[in-house]
Protein backbone atom coordinates (compact mmCIF):
# COMPACT_ATOMS: atom_id res chain seq x y z
CA UNK A 1 0.00 0.00 0.00
CA UNK A 2 1.62 3.38 -1.25
CA UNK A 3 1.60 6.28 1.47
CA UNK A 4 -0.18 8.57 -1.12
CA UNK A 5 -3.29 7.52 -2.75
CA UNK A 6 -4.21 7.84 -5.90
CA UNK A 7 -7.09 6.26 -8.01
CA UNK A 8 -5.82 3.71 -10.29
CA UNK A 9 -7.37 5.12 -13.10
CA UNK A 10 -8.84 7.73 -15.09
CA UNK A 11 -9.87 8.34 -18.61
CA UNK A 12 -11.41 11.27 -20.66
CA UNK A 13 -12.10 11.52 -23.94
CA UNK A 14 -9.88 14.45 -26.17
CA UNK A 15 -10.56 17.85 -25.26
CA UNK A 16 -12.01 17.12 -22.12
CA UNK A 17 -10.30 18.18 -18.79
CA UNK A 18 -9.35 15.36 -16.29
CA UNK A 19 -8.57 15.75 -12.46
CA UNK A 20 -6.55 13.04 -10.95
CA UNK A 21 -6.30 13.27 -6.84
CA UNK A 22 -3.08 12.57 -4.55
CA UNK A 23 -4.60 12.10 -1.02
CA UNK A 24 -1.59 11.92 1.98
CA UNK A 25 -1.85 13.42 5.51
CA UNK A 26 -0.90 16.37 7.56
CA UNK A 27 2.62 14.54 7.65
CA UNK A 28 3.35 14.94 3.90
CA UNK A 29 1.14 16.58 1.88
CA UNK A 30 -1.07 18.90 4.45
CA UNK A 31 2.17 19.91 5.86
CA UNK A 32 4.65 21.05 3.19
CA UNK A 33 4.16 22.75 -0.83
CA UNK A 34 6.11 19.97 -1.38
CA UNK A 35 3.84 18.34 -3.88
CA UNK A 36 5.56 17.26 -7.47
CA UNK A 37 4.00 15.32 -10.59
CA UNK A 38 5.21 12.83 -12.66
CA UNK A 39 4.38 11.17 -16.18
CA UNK A 40 5.38 7.78 -17.35
CA UNK A 41 5.31 6.51 -20.64
CA UNK A 42 5.21 2.84 -20.77
CA UNK A 43 9.01 1.42 -21.24
CA UNK A 44 10.61 5.25 -20.63
CA UNK A 45 12.23 6.86 -17.59
CA UNK A 46 9.61 9.51 -15.69
CA UNK A 47 8.95 13.27 -16.60
CA UNK A 48 8.68 16.02 -14.10
CA UNK A 49 5.45 17.40 -15.02
CA UNK A 50 4.43 19.78 -11.71
CA UNK A 51 6.72 20.64 -8.49
CA UNK A 52 5.72 22.60 -5.58
CA UNK A 53 2.81 21.95 -5.81
CA UNK A 54 1.83 23.91 -8.94
CA UNK A 55 4.83 24.89 -10.94
CA UNK A 56 5.31 23.89 -14.40
CA UNK A 57 9.30 23.36 -15.33
CA UNK A 58 10.08 24.50 -18.46
CA UNK A 59 8.66 22.94 -21.57
CA UNK A 60 5.96 21.55 -19.58
CA UNK A 61 2.47 22.06 -21.52
CA UNK A 62 0.19 24.54 -19.84
CA UNK A 63 -2.33 22.23 -20.49
CA UNK A 64 -1.03 20.45 -17.10
CA UNK A 65 -1.99 22.64 -13.42
CA UNK A 66 -1.25 21.73 -10.30
CA UNK A 67 -2.89 22.28 -6.43
CA UNK A 68 -3.48 21.86 -3.06
CA UNK A 69 -6.56 21.85 -0.75
CA UNK A 70 -5.30 20.48 2.86
CA UNK A 71 -3.99 16.64 2.55
CA UNK A 72 -5.14 16.03 -1.05
CA UNK A 73 -3.37 17.57 -4.03
CA UNK A 74 -4.85 17.31 -7.86
CA UNK A 75 -3.48 17.23 -11.21
CA UNK A 76 -5.59 18.79 -13.71
CA UNK A 77 -4.91 18.15 -17.69
CA UNK A 78 -7.50 20.22 -19.75
CA UNK A 79 -7.08 19.94 -23.36
CA UNK A 80 -6.49 15.83 -23.26
CA UNK A 81 -4.75 14.82 -26.51
CA UNK A 82 -3.69 11.46 -26.97
CA UNK A 83 -0.23 11.90 -26.14
CA UNK A 84 -1.39 12.36 -22.70
CA UNK A 85 -1.80 8.76 -22.46
CA UNK A 86 0.45 7.39 -19.70
CA UNK A 87 0.64 6.83 -15.67
CA UNK A 88 0.95 9.62 -13.76
CA UNK A 89 2.74 9.56 -10.01
CA UNK A 90 2.24 12.11 -7.22
CA UNK A 91 5.33 12.78 -4.91
CA UNK A 92 5.10 14.74 -1.84
CA UNK A 93 8.51 15.56 0.72
CA UNK A 94 7.80 13.55 4.15
CA UNK A 95 8.75 14.19 7.80
CA UNK A 96 12.36 13.35 8.75
CA UNK A 97 11.61 10.05 9.20
CA UNK A 98 9.75 8.61 6.07
CA UNK A 99 11.85 11.77 3.69
CA UNK A 100 9.55 11.19 0.19
CA UNK A 101 6.41 9.44 -0.57
CA UNK A 102 4.53 8.75 -4.02
CA UNK A 103 1.50 7.73 -4.85
CA UNK A 104 0.26 4.66 -6.07
CA UNK A 105 0.18 5.91 -9.84
CA UNK A 106 -3.05 6.41 -11.80
CA UNK A 107 -3.43 5.56 -15.42
CA UNK A 108 -5.10 7.75 -17.61
CA UNK A 109 -6.57 6.70 -20.56
CA UNK A 110 -7.87 9.05 -23.63
CA UNK A 111 -10.69 7.14 -25.08
CA UNK B 1 21.86 18.14 -22.31
CA UNK B 2 21.98 16.44 -19.28
CA UNK B 3 22.58 12.41 -19.36
CA UNK B 4 22.00 10.60 -16.65
CA UNK B 5 23.02 6.86 -17.48
CA UNK B 6 22.96 3.73 -15.10
CA UNK B 7 25.01 0.92 -15.34
CA UNK B 8 25.85 -2.37 -13.00
CA UNK B 9 22.52 -4.20 -13.11
CA UNK B 10 21.87 -7.71 -13.96
CA UNK B 11 21.23 -11.25 -12.13
CA UNK B 12 22.36 -11.69 -8.48
CA UNK B 13 21.09 -14.21 -6.00
CA UNK B 14 19.46 -14.02 -2.50
CA UNK B 15 22.03 -12.72 0.00
CA UNK B 16 24.52 -11.27 -2.80
CA UNK B 17 25.68 -7.36 -3.91
CA UNK B 18 25.30 -5.30 -6.76
CA UNK B 19 26.59 -2.02 -7.44
CA UNK B 20 24.99 0.65 -9.67
CA UNK B 21 26.80 3.26 -11.38
CA UNK B 22 25.27 6.33 -12.87
CA UNK B 23 27.75 8.68 -15.36
CA UNK B 24 26.04 11.99 -14.94
CA UNK B 25 26.70 15.20 -17.77
CA UNK B 26 25.13 17.95 -18.79
CA UNK B 27 25.19 19.99 -15.71
CA UNK B 28 27.53 20.69 -12.72
CA UNK B 29 27.21 17.01 -10.87
CA UNK B 30 28.38 18.62 -8.00
CA UNK B 31 26.01 21.24 -7.34
CA UNK B 32 23.18 18.61 -7.31
CA UNK B 33 21.52 16.35 -4.66
CA UNK B 34 20.86 13.04 -6.30
CA UNK B 35 18.67 10.48 -5.48
CA UNK B 36 18.18 6.26 -6.14
CA UNK B 37 14.36 5.85 -6.88
CA UNK B 38 12.85 2.38 -8.01
CA UNK B 39 9.98 0.65 -9.64
CA UNK B 40 9.19 -3.37 -9.07
CA UNK B 41 7.75 -4.43 -12.54
CA UNK B 42 4.42 -3.17 -12.85
CA UNK B 43 4.48 -1.76 -9.63
CA UNK B 44 4.91 1.81 -8.31
CA UNK B 45 7.87 4.29 -7.72
CA UNK B 46 9.58 3.94 -4.40
CA UNK B 47 11.96 6.11 -3.28
CA UNK B 48 15.38 4.73 -2.15
CA UNK B 49 17.82 7.09 -0.88
CA UNK B 50 19.41 10.91 -1.56
CA UNK B 51 22.71 12.34 -0.55
CA UNK B 52 23.79 15.87 -0.87
CA UNK B 53 26.50 17.65 -3.01
CA UNK B 54 29.06 16.56 -1.29
CA UNK B 55 28.54 13.23 0.00
CA UNK B 56 28.53 14.08 3.90
CA UNK B 57 24.56 13.57 4.40
CA UNK B 58 22.96 10.55 3.26
CA UNK B 59 18.95 9.35 4.12
CA UNK B 60 17.66 5.98 2.89
CA UNK B 61 14.30 4.33 2.72
CA UNK B 62 13.81 2.44 5.96
CA UNK B 63 13.18 -1.04 3.83
CA UNK B 64 16.65 -0.20 2.50
CA UNK B 65 18.62 0.71 5.61
CA UNK B 66 21.80 -1.47 6.91
CA UNK B 67 21.96 -2.89 3.74
CA UNK B 68 21.80 -0.29 0.94
CA UNK B 69 25.02 2.31 0.66
CA UNK B 70 24.41 5.88 -1.27
CA UNK B 71 27.80 7.71 -2.71
CA UNK B 72 28.96 9.94 -5.35
CA UNK B 73 32.53 10.46 -6.83
CA UNK B 74 32.65 14.30 -7.64
CA UNK B 75 35.94 14.13 -9.59
CA UNK B 76 34.35 11.71 -12.06
CA UNK B 77 30.82 13.04 -11.98
CA UNK B 78 29.49 9.16 -11.03
CA UNK B 79 26.74 8.22 -8.70
CA UNK B 80 26.53 4.78 -6.92
CA UNK B 81 24.64 2.60 -5.04
CA UNK B 82 25.90 -0.50 -3.24
CA UNK B 83 23.47 -3.23 -2.64
CA UNK B 84 23.98 -5.43 -0.24
CA UNK B 85 21.93 -8.63 1.45
CA UNK B 86 19.71 -8.29 -1.78
CA UNK B 87 16.13 -9.68 -1.46
CA UNK B 88 13.55 -10.35 -4.06
CA UNK B 89 11.47 -7.77 -2.78
CA UNK B 90 14.08 -5.54 -4.27
CA UNK B 91 13.84 -6.89 -7.67
CA UNK B 92 13.37 -3.68 -9.64
CA UNK B 93 14.54 -1.18 -12.03
CA UNK B 94 16.34 1.68 -10.39
CA UNK B 95 16.74 5.02 -11.55
CA UNK B 96 19.26 7.83 -10.90
CA UNK B 97 17.54 11.09 -10.52
CA UNK B 98 18.83 14.59 -9.97
CA UNK B 99 16.82 16.79 -7.28
CA UNK B 100 18.51 20.27 -9.03
CA UNK B 101 16.82 22.67 -6.11
CA UNK B 102 17.55 20.17 -3.64
CA UNK B 103 13.78 20.21 -2.60
CA UNK B 104 13.11 16.42 -3.06
CA UNK B 105 11.51 16.98 -6.72
CA UNK B 106 13.31 14.85 -9.49
CA UNK B 107 13.84 16.98 -12.39
CA UNK B 108 15.77 14.43 -14.65
CA UNK B 109 15.70 10.75 -14.48
CA UNK B 110 18.22 8.23 -16.05
CA UNK B 111 16.62 5.95 -18.07
CA UNK B 112 16.55 3.24 -15.53
CA UNK B 113 18.74 -0.10 -15.14
CA UNK B 114 16.90 -3.81 -14.05
CA UNK B 115 17.84 -5.38 -11.27
CA UNK B 116 16.59 -9.11 -10.45
CA UNK B 117 17.39 -11.02 -7.49
CA UNK B 118 16.43 -14.73 -7.80
CA UNK B 119 17.59 -17.96 -7.24
Known amino acids: QSALTQPASVSGSPGQSITISCTGT?????????VSWYQQHPGKGPKLMIY???KRPSGVSNRFSGSKSGNTASLTISGLQAEDEADYYC???????????FGGGTKLTAL | EVQLVESGGGLVQPGGSLRLSCAAS????????MHWVRQAPGRGLVWVSR????????IYADSVKGRFTISRDNAKNTLYLQMNSLRAEDTAVYYC????????????WGQGILVTVSS
Open chain 1, 91 to 101: CSYADSSTFVV
Open chain 2, 97 to 108: VRDWASSYYFDF
Open chain 2, 26 to 33: GFTFSRSW
Open chain 1, 52 to 54: EGS
Open chain 2, 51 to 58: INTDGTNT
Open chain 1, 26 to 34: SSDVGSYNL
